[in-house]
């Protein structure tokens, strides 16, 4: 069940429609970060930003990177290190095997879950 206590949305390139960041809070406390677009050296610090803002204030965060058409290396070491920064916090949904790639090259494959509900 959705509720809109904490629904946040932050775009950067909207005139190109390349990146955006959306943040649903569930009543069963569940954060969800979800990305769309490219997560790119210029689109890194907004979600790195984003990211830890939400773990800070969260119990539970998932990831969404289903939207996410290309993944920087340096966005996916962020996550990594949001990780170790809040343990057993982050959870990472990557469908897309080139974002999967990625987080599994730099050995974070253990962050992926294959489902969740948003």
Same mark, same amino acid.
């Given at each position: 069940m959705l509720t809109s206590t904490a629904t946040?949305? !932050?775009? %950067?390139?909207?005139?190109?429609?390349?990146?955006? %960041?959306?943040?649903? !809070?569930?009543?069963?406390? %569940?954060?969800t970060l979800r990305a769309f677009g490219e997560l790119d050296m210029s689109t890194r610090a907004e979600f790195v930003h984003s990211l830890d803002c939400l773990a800070s204030t969260s119990d539970r965060v998932v990831v969404d990177l289903s939207q996410v058409s290309f993944m920087y290396s340096g966005v996916a070491n962020a996550i990594v290190d949001a990780t170790y920064a809040h343990p057993g916090k982050i959870a990472v949904f990557a469908p897309a095997r080139s974002v999967r790639m990625v987080l599994d090259v730099l050995g974070a494959g253990g962050l992926l879950i294959d489902s969740f509900r948003s």
């Open positions: 946040m949305e !932050r775009s %950067l390139r909207d005139d190109e429609g390349v990146f955006r %960041l959306e943040t649903v !809070r569930t009543s069963d406390g %569940l954060d």
